[in-house]
């Protein structure tokens, strides 16, 4: 499975972590940047991210910026991209289930490392349930 990870630098250090721990699980990681801690435009890496997982580059995308919110702002401009910002395993899980999410966005200054872990663990093995979200997702989509 193909990963793309993308953050700004309010998300450097928590990107940096869940790429070793993605990378050391197997998955095939792009990581589109940044690259360290200096100031950079999350929109630039929220809608590179989302192109890629639009375009198929990639199955799925994980992106942070301080908060989550900024970065998945600009991912969901995307058209096909829905980003979901999670802050637990709960709606890490729900945004799979429900809405299809295919980048989870987490904020790097307000999610621990070991807890940002387990949601992108939950994302990346959780499935859609279909059913009566369908019609929601493609409702999204118009």
Partial sequence: MKVVLAADHGGFKLKEYVKEYLENEGY??????????ES????LYGKKAGK????????????????????SIA???IKGIRAGLCHNVFTAKLTREH????????GGRIIGKELAIEMVKTFLNTEFEGGRHINR???IEE
Avoid: H, Q, R, W
């Avoid at 589109?32 to 801690?37: D, H, Q, R, V, Y």
């Avoid at 809405?99 to 987490?106: E, F, S």
């Fill in 137 to 139: 997702v493609n409702l």
């Fill in 28 to 37: 095939d990681v792009i990581d589109i940047g940044t690259n360290s801690e």
């Fill in 40 to 43: 950079v435009d999350y929109p």
């Fill in 99 to 106: 809405n299809d999410a295919n980048i989870l966005a987490i």
């Fill in 52 to 71: 890629m997982v639009a375009n198929k580059e990639a199955d799925y995308g994980v992106i942070f910026c301080g908060t989550g919110i900024g970065i």
């Fill in 75 to 77: 991912a969901n401009k």
